[in-house]
């Protein structure tokens, strides 16, 4: 379970995180939503221990699997060798580089360099690497973005096995529909501050997400 507590982090001298306090538990997805700037990547990033917050605590609740988005691998490995090189860091073994590569259909793209793949392919490695150490606590920047529509059946998929092993994952995303669809608690992000935390069923009535998420982040709907 990831447990973060009034977590406060500033960025270029500015607060960008104030007073964060989110439990993503065990077994379930939750879904991070806010609008640009509002600090969803720098809230995983204080998570997997990339940004030193000013206050607050923060406990990943174990091995992190992380996915930072497409474009944090060097674009001049392969993919095989990128996979490797972060089973290396993980301490996990080198075969299962291979049943990885198997599962996110990159077989094909095995030993073709990451420059030269399209976003969508390039999203698939950094979903790929962030599975490999079989980490159970796992965070996702923008999963989706980029992916075509067998890749987004696909990472449904990998969220699926993902909480049946009982993981804690967090995703942060702009897609809501997928965030209803796929997530089992939504949280939004505001002001530097969690200002809500929902269930999907929560808008199963009809209401709006969309309208819903609005308020939470002070526009009108
Ligand atoms: N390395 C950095 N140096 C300075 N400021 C930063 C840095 N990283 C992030 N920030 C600032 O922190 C704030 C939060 O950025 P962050 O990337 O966490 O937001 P986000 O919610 O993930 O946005 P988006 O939805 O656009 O990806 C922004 O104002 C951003 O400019």
């Known amino acids: 379970m990831i447990s973060v507590h009034e977590l406060r982090v500033h960025r270029a001298r500015r607060p960008v995180l ?23 990547s720098t809230l995983l990033r204080a998570i997997a221990g990339l940004v030193r917050p000013s206050a607050g605590t923060v406990d990943p609740g174990g091995d992190i699997g992380l996915h930072l988005g497409p474009d944090t691998a060097d674009p001049g490995h392969t993919v095989r060798r990128h996979l490797r090189w972060i089973a290396a860091g993980s301490g996990c073994p080198r075969a299962r580089v291979d049943d990885v590569l ?47 529509i067998d890749a987004a059946l696909w990472f449904r998929d990998v969220l699926a096995d993902l909480t049946g092993r009982g993981a804690s994952v967090l995703v942060a995303t702009h897609h809501l529909d997928e965030a209803l669809r796929t997530g089992d608690r939504l949280a939004v992000l505001a002001g530097g501050r969690i200002v809500g935390e929902h269930l999907p069923s929560d808008f199963a009535d009809g209401a709006s997400l969309e309208a819903a998420y609005l308020r939470m982040i002070g526009e009108s709907a």
């Open 102 to 148: 198997g599962e996110a259909g990159l077989d094909g793209a095995a030993d073709t360099r990451i420059g030269a793949l399209s976003l969508g392919w390039r999203q698939r490695v950094a979903v790929a690497a962030a599975l490999l150490p079989g980490a159970g606590t796992v965070v996702f920047d923008e999963p989706l973005n980029g992916l075509d």
């Open 18 to 40: 104030q007073g964060v306090t989110l439990a993503v538990p065990d077994g379930a997805v939750t879904y991070l939503l806010g609008r640009n700037g509002a600090g969803k």
